[in-house]
Each structure stands twice: as structure tokens, then as C-alpha cells.
């Protein structure tokens, strides 16, 4: 009878290690280190088209946009991710003296894609949502114009806001600027919608 051999779980001090020393960059999670992928033509022309919105309208403001580079740590759940645009507001926290792993998030803005979807939404979510400090969380599509807006509420519900063509604005209050949509998907080529079936009765 074949005996299964254990896995061995990384422990957080170990991670970073492994991290800071490696050519690539992985998420932290229960012990297990995973690769992050990487992302299509269009995902990168909206990420940095965002970084460069945000950072623009946040110019003279007491908050900074940091791209995918910089790692997030959630500390109730013991999360280290890379949000594809984070920023913060006031003073920021970070794990150590390395200063590479930000606590203190205020916006987190994720890029869809097929493979990442679910996660984004779902789990991914769940963990970000045990961020005391997170206010906003930006959902942005990579298939139309389309931005979805979680906001915090004072009883720790999360209001769906849509914003959705390039003539919209998106108001984020916990910033305090608006973000165009155009600015965000400039140069992005969308495919063509599916046409619909037609479902009236033939006679």
C-alpha cells in the first residue's frame, strides 16, 4: 500500500525568501506559493493605462497608485497577492523593513481575464473584503467598456456600482476623483459583440 507523502507548507518568513529572491512573482496562500501567469496584450494596455489615470488624477492628493509590482499582504488571512493596481491614502504600512508588502490598502483595481475571473470575483474577493483599511474594489473588464465599482458601506455591506461606455465618468469617493473610462481603455480593441438568437416564433 503506497503511502502519500506529505506537502510541505511554506511558512510566511519562507515565502518571502523564496520571493524576493525569485526571477517571477507568485501569490502566497495556506502555505502554498503560486505563479502568477502572464496576462494578455489588452490586460496590459488597461493596467497601464489605469496606472496612469489614476496616478494622474491622485497628482497633489495624499494617496499613491502602485502598479502590479508592488505585493499586498492581507493580514487576517495571511494573503500575499499583486493586485494589478493598488493604492493607498496617508501613511502606509508595510510587513518589514523591506517595505515591498503593503498592509493598508485603500483601492484594489483587478483586470479580468478568463483564467482569473471566478477567482477575482469570488474567493479573491472574499480575503480582500477582511482588509479594514480597503474602501473600493474596481472590477475592470477586458471585453467592453465596463468597470465594476464594490464600495464599503458603514455596516460593512458592499454596494455594486456599473460603469459602463467610454463617455462615462466613474466617481471613487473614498479618492475622491473621477476616472474616464476613455483614459482607462485607450487603444483597446473590443471583439465584436455576439449577436444574439433570434427567438421570435416562425409561423
Same mark, same amino acid.
Given at each position: 500500500?503506497? /503511502? ?74 495571511? &494573503? ?7 493604492? /493607498? ?12 508588502? &503593503? ?30 483599511? &480597503?474602501?473600493?474594489?474596481?472590477? /475592470? ?24 461606455? &467610454? ?20 487603444? /483597446? ?15
Amino acid at each position: 500500500m503506497a /503511502v502519500a507523502t506529505p506537502i510541505h507548507r511554506l511558512t510566511e518568513a519562507e515565502y518571502l525568501k523564496l520571493e524576493r529572491q525569485a526571477d517571477f512573482k507568485s501569490e502566497f496562500f495556506g502555505g502554498e506559493m503560486s505563479a502568477r501567469s502572464g496576462g494578455s496584450r489588452w490586460h496590459s494596455l488597461i493596467a497601464t493605462n489605469l496606472a496612469r489615470e489614476f496616478s494622474t488624477r491622485l497628482r497633489g492628493r495624499p494617496c499613491v497608485a502602485y502598479s502590479s509590482d508592488l505585493r499586498v499582504k492581507a493580514e487576517a488571512s495571511g &494573503l500575499y497577492t499583486y493586485p494589478d493596481l493598488s493604492v /493607498v491614502c496617508g501613511e502606509q504600512r508595510f510587513v518589514d523593513e523591506q517595505v515591498d508588502a &503593503l498592509l493598508n490598502p485603500t483601492v484594489f483595481v483587478e483586470v479580468l481575464s478568463d483564467s482569473t475571473e471566478a477567482y477575482d470575483r469570488g474567493k479573491k474577493f472574499e480575503l480582500y473584503r477582511q482588509i479594514p483599511s &480597503l474602501q473600493e474594489y474596481l472590477l /475592470v473588464s477586458q471585453r467592453e467598456p465596463r468597470i465594476e465599482q464594490f464600495i464599503r458601506q458603514s455596516g460593512g455591506e458592499w454596494l455594486l456600482r456599473d460603469a459602463v461606455g &467610454l463617455n462615462t465618468q466613474l466617481a471613487l469617493p473614498s479618492l475622491q476623483i473621477n476616472v474616464t473610462l476613455a483614459e482607462v481603455f485607450a487603444n /483597446v480593441e473590443f471583439p465584436p459583440a455576439t449577436a444574439r438568437p433570434d427567438k421570435t416564433p416562425r409561423t
